[in-house]
């Protein structure tokens, strides 16, 4: 799947809903609870996730690939996990605020 910044996405077996913030061009396999991501307005069953991929996203949280290639928003929670290319994603860490020493 080729995407890009700004593209809203969600997952196909549970609530899990996204906004692209970053990614660099080429074809990637963004997955949520096992399943590829689909278009907001695709329909699709919902179902539950793979056993193992179903650690859940938090709401309002960024998720990061381990090279910051591709980072995601997280607009709606849900039980999946986020993956591309089988590796999973992992919560962005907020960068701190200098001392005001």
């Known amino acids: ?9 969600r997952s ?3 609530t899990t ?3 692209i913030i970053r990614a660099e061009p080429g074809d990637v396999a963004l997955t949520c609870g096992g399943q590829a991501m689909v278009a907001p307005d695709a329909s699709v069953p919902v179902g539950s996730p ?3 991929q179903d650690t859940g ?3 309002g949280k960024r998720y990061t690939t381990v090279d910051a290639a591709i980072e995601v ?3 709606k929670a849900g039980q999946g996990s986020l993956s591309v290319d089988g590796v999973a994603m ?4 907020p960068r701190g605020l200098p001392a005001s020493d």
């Open 1 to 9: 799947m080729h995407i890009k910044v700004g593209e809203r996405l």
């Open 12 to 14: 196909a077996v549970d």
């Open 17 to 19: 809903e996204i906004v």
């Open 50 to 52: 793979v056993s193992g």
């Open 57 to 59: 996203t938090a709401l």
């Open 73 to 75: 928003l997280c607009t």
């Open 90 to 93: 992992t919560l962005k860490q």
